[in-house]
């Protein structure tokens, strides 16, 4: 995704802020299975939050770019977690994709996740990775092309917004972004 063609209705070289608000509503779909996604969260390269904000790393070099492709990192050791590249190149801002609420292959995401509640199949970072098979095997993966498919929405959403979650630095600043109403987020707006 080199050119600023909209995917799903994003420019993905907007700020990261801009981009998680847009992509409630989106569907996405990792080899068929997915959802509507119902909660993000931005990061930015000068947000002390973020895996960006001490530069680029082994670990974290797929943030840096291009934008429209996936940055997956591990969390505590033990959960991926999916991001969306956003900015220019070498910027360092993403899209953390924190839930979604479950559309397509339900069945396979049970199996996953060995959970029955569909609430609670992608209802958190890890969780979502775990039930869409997400590994290290996406990481840098272009989101234009299999196995990810991204859809614009096909009715208006009302987004809401606060403070993002499970994090130490910069817990106050609002770029958490969730579909209001929805009984698919990891957990509820204030």
Request: hydrophobic share 40%.
């Amino acid at each position: 995704m080199q050119t600023k063609t909209p995917l799903a209705g994003i420019d993905f070289h907007a700020p990261s802020q801009e981009v998680a608000r847009q992509l409630i509503g989106v569907v996405l779909l990792v080899d068929g299975v997915g959802g509507r996604i119902v909660e993000t969260e931005a990061y930015d390269r000068d947000d002390p939050a973020s895996h960006s904000f001490s530069g680029p790393s082994e670990r974290n070099l797929a943030m840096f770019g291009p934008p429209g492709h996936a940055y997956v990192y591990r969390s505590y050791g033990m959960h991926w977690c999916l991001n969306f590249v956003c900015r220019d190149d070498g910027h360092g801002a993403g899209v953390l994709i924190r839930a979604l609420e479950p559309l397509a292959g339900i069945g396979l995401m049970r199996e996953r996740r060995g959970q029955d509640d569909v609430r609670l199949l992608c209802s958190g970072p890890g969780k979502l990775c775990q039930a869409l098979g997400v590994t290290r095997a996406h990481n840098a993966l272009a989101l234009d092309a299999p196995p990810f498919a991204l859809s614009a929405p096909g009715e208006p959403v009302v987004v809401v917004a606060g403070p993002r979650i499970g994090i130490s630095k910069a817990m106050d600043v609002p770029w958490r972004f969730g579909l209001a109403g929805s009984r698919f987020v990891s957990k509820p707006f204030r």
